[in-house]
């Protein structure tokens, strides 16, 4: 059984700081790892995506993949209030499959007060 | 920027009446899915559909279910006779590559099952 686990939050920080969001996944086999945001009542939606170990940097945003502790990261620097969503972490089974069916995490909160 | 359209953005049926869900995927992608998400849980992964025919389903994907592209638009999700615990947000997803690409999910439609 393929699981992405997260903390659910929700996780406060003030405006200005930053937010750090944290995944694990179980399925060694897992090779892309992707980050979405997800207001209330709305669909998720595509933050960025992770292949390689290491760092990948886009605007505020930096995701984080260790795969030898199979645990992926999301630093959302100089948060915004407008920020406030539930954070979904999502593995692709990998393999041979050819398609993306997604693993997600149940996702956390992040709340950024003013 | 293109997106994935889904219609309705509401749909409230009774028990053991068929439901049609519709999608337009973006119009140069070539991978289509259904997830589904039931009120406060996780998104889950529902059918892959590629060179008109499934690629790949999960559990949740029985009989009751099908998928069709009946044209080069429309995807759509057919529930055949709907029991309560049908009841959850549906979202439609594209792609442009297979395993590994970014899915990119429309606004979802709201089945509700009385």
């Known amino acids: 059984q393929k699981e992405v686990e997260q903390n659910s939050g929700p996780l406060s920080v003030p405006e200005g700081a930053i937010a750090s969001l944290n995944c694990t996944y179980s399925?060694?086999?897992?090779?892309?790892f992707f980050w979405y945001r997800q207001y209330s009542g709305k669909s998720p939606e595509l933050i960025m995506f992770?292949?390689?170990?290491g760092d990948k940097e886009d605007g505020r945003f930096t995701a984080q993949l260790n795969k030898a502790s199979q645990y992926v990261s999301l630093l959302i620097r100089d948060s915004q209030p407008s920020d406030s969503a539930t954070y979904l972490c999502?593995?692709?089974?990998?393999?041979?499959?050819?398609?993306?069916?997604?693993?997600f995490g149940k996702g956390t909160m992040l709340l950024v007060s003013p | 920027e293109p997106e994935v359209t889904q219609t309705p953005s509401h749909q409230v049926t009774q028990m053991g009446q068929e439901v049609i869900l519709r999608c337009v995927p973006i119009?140069?992608?070539?991978?289509f899915y259904w997830y589904r998400q039931i009120l406060g849980q996780k998104v889950e992964f529902l059918v892959s559909?590629?060179?008109?025919?499934?690629?790949?389903k999960s559990e949740i994907f029985d009989d009751q279910f099908s998928v069709e592209r009946p044209d080069g638009s429309n995807f759509t999700l057919k529930i055949r006779s709907t029991k309560l615990e049908d009841s959850a947000m549906y979202f439609c997803?594209?792609?442009?590559?297979?395993?590994?690409?970014?899915?990119?999910f429309g606004n979802g439609t709201r089945l509700t099952v009385t």
């Open positions: 997803a594209s792609s442009k590559g297979g395993g590994g690409s970014p899915l990119h």
């Open positions: 399925d060694r086999g897992s090779q892309s």
């Open positions: 992770i292949y390689s170990n």
């Open positions: 999502a593995s692709d089974g990998g393999g041979n499959s050819g398609y993306s069916t997604l693993t």
């Open positions: 119009s140069n992608h070539l991978y």
């Open positions: 559909f590629y060179n008109n025919e499934i690629s790949e």
